[in-house]
């Protein structure tokens, strides 16, 4: 009688944190239990927690997972494989996380901040032991873009992203362009509604969106995170009236994380931006997430979809379990590289002068007198800034121009500032990313 083969052993995991992201990954791996063990070959158990807030967790997992209020026993402890950090933060979590690795431990985390600000340190102790860190969760939480650039995309050289990778803005701007809400009531609205933190700095400041374009770009371009070079503009300063301007213009008002190649240089930047009203990204509404690629072999693909939430976060943590004991199974470590490269295989694209950025430019300009229209065309005409569109009221002048350099528009503006009777309200980018619109 043959014998029948061994079971494979189950992948041991650790759970730092108890909160929205660890409560949610312990809700998925047991109630999908039996669909999870048959996709990763082997059953994946919570073994551990360690958490601030025991009694909570205590009531939630089952008699055998151990629960601790030491993260870094946890992190050390041999009968665990892979350590989910859920804790957030930076600072406890990097050293924890960097313990964990340490001790010859893989890693899955949410944390898009921790990755961007200490990425390279992170990644690097990672490839030195020789163990994974998995981080699908950490950007546009139940959309599958890290996978998709890092291994669905793989043969391509990306030549842009362009994403709504923040929800609460998102969400922020859809009720100022449907509704037309001031910021300050769209804002409060969305933390009414639990969409946005008491304190909503990182989101509505743009500072999460570059924390997620970060790491993006690491997958899309090679080289560590570079938080550093991102340049960071929020949307606090909109106005309800600029999108009844850009809606009548053909546009919708989106905050954008766009990392592109251009001449040889990689241009990162956040900041509020016009899309065209046809563009796939101008659809993006609520607190959904929309990222586009364009590669130079794929063309342009689309992903969309949830960007948080507990459960969603969940399924995006889950995934990189998953991926991780389909790896053990094969006899395997690391199946595939944390940021898509091996080694130093690819240099990196040196990151661009932000002043030599060329794109079309929308001005809201308020004037004292109708004839003050005038004397703002001649002056951004003499200054060699082309306008392509425009629509002028007794008081008011919204206008987008042609494509001009940063520098070029910055000198702009400021020789309309020194114009009598002509206030500068508003500026924002368009961006024209080709083959972005629908169907393109």
């Known amino acids: 009688m043959q014998a029948s083969p061994p079971h494979p052993p189950a992948l041991r995991a650790g759970l730092l944190g108890f909160g929205v992201v660890g409560s949610g990954t312990h809700s998925v791996l047991t109630g999908n239990r039996d669909t999870i063990r048959a996709r990763a070959g082997c059953p994946i158990e919570l073994t551990m927690v360690a958490t601030r807030t025991a009694s909570r967790a205590r009531a939630s997992v089952q008699a055998d997972v151990a629960v601790l209020d030491d993260p870094m026993a946890l992190a050390r402890h041999p009968e665990v494989d892979v350590v989910i950090e859920a804790m957030g933060g930076t600072t406890h979590a990097r050293a924890c996380v960097l313990e964990a690795i340490a001790h010859g431990k893989h890693v899955v985390t949410a944390n898009k901040a921790l990755l961007a600000e200490h990425g390279e340190e992170i990644f690097e102790s990672a490839r030195a032991r020789g163990v994974s860190v998995g981080f699908e969760a950490a950007v546009a939480v139940s959309i599958p873009i890290v996978k998709a650039l890092r291994e669905g995309l793989v043969a391509n050289e990306i030549e842009w992203i362009a994403g709504i990778v923040n929800g609460t803005s998102n969400y922020v701007l859809t ?62 300063g909109l106005q309800a009236t600029d999108f009844l301007h850009a809606r009548r213009l053909g546009h919708a008002i989106k905050l954008l994380a766009v990392a592109q190649r251009a001449e040889g240089a990689l241009q990162l930047r956040v900041h509020p931006a016009l899309v065209p009203r046809d563009s796939l990204l101008a659809r993006v509404d609520g607190r959904m997430n929309g990222i586009m690629v364009k590669g130079n072999a794929s063309g342009v693909t689309m992903y969309w979809g949830a960007g948080a939430g507990s459960r969603e976060t969940a399924s995006a943590v889950v995934a990189d379990l998953v991926d991780l004991a389909r790896a053990r199974r094969q006899g395997a470590q690391v199946a595939v590289p944390a940021l898509g490269f091996h080694d130093a295989a690819l240099q990196p694209p040196r990151v661009g002068v932000f002043a030599g950025l060329c794109l079309r430019h929308y001005l809201r300009v308020a004037l004292d007198q109708p004839e003050g229209g005038a004397q703002v065309l001649e002056t951004l005409a003499r200054l060699g800034v082309p306008v392509t569109q425009g629509a002028q009221g007794r008081h008011t002048l919204a206008l987008i121009t042609g494509e001009v350099a940063e520098s070029r528009i910055t000198a702009a503006l400021d020789a309309l500032r020194a114009l009598d009777g002509v206030q500068v309200k508003a500026r924002l980018r368009v961006e024209d990313l080709a083959g972005a619109a629908d169907g393109g």
């Open 175 to 236: 009720q100022m362009s449907a509704a037309g809400r001031s910021f300050a009531d769209a804002l409060a609205e969305a933390q009414a509604l639990g969409y946005a933190e008491a304190d909503p700095t990182l989101d509505v400041g743009g500072g999460d969106a570059a924390h997620k374009l970060a790491l993006l770009a690491a997958i899309a371009f090679g080289g560590p995170p570079r938080l550093d070079a991102v340049h960071v503009e929020g949307i606090d």
